[in-house]
């Protein structure tokens, strides 16, 4: 009876609405707003945006492997999100010399135990010798806990760890 009595006054008052125009004309463009342009420089009426990333002067061309040593162990257990770390990179890139201080920041964790058996890690290089360079997005893994028949849950498993002495490879963005 309840649902019968709300049907019937939201169906009076939708009635009672004056009725809309179907079509809109398009309002013109307010002054000082910004247009979509695209790659080659005209205004289109595509509603993608350019990706724009973050280049320094090194001259490292994306895809080139950077690869890094960390200044100290990170594991899964004691990182978080969006957590600095600094490495060093092992072999020179571009206008990069070997040994030049590399920034690198978490950008997901997941400890052991929490979203699977194991633990896992993401980072992603965000500074080159004091100047901004992105890389791809690495992820280190721990390993699965054992499980005690086919179809049980797995046991906690390890930790995703990245020790100084590993080489890390991330691909510049």
Known sequence: MRIVIQSAFLLFFACSLPAQSSSLAAAP??????????????????????????RGNLGIAAGTPLEVHLDQTVDSAHASNGQRLHGKLVKAVGNAPA??????????????????????????????????ELSEVITAQGKQGARLTADAAPAKGTEASISPQQTLIFPAY
């Open 29 to 54: 463009p307010a002054q000082g707003t910004l247009s979509i342009v695209g790659s080659n420089g005209t205004a289109s009426g595509d509603a993608s945006l350019p990706i724009v990333t973050m």
């Open 99 to 132: 040994g030049s201080p590399v920034e690198l920041t978490v950008v997901a964790v997941a400890a052991a135990g929490q979203m699977s058996s194991a633990g896992e890690l993401s980072l992603q290089i965000v500074r080159v010798n004091g100047q901004d």
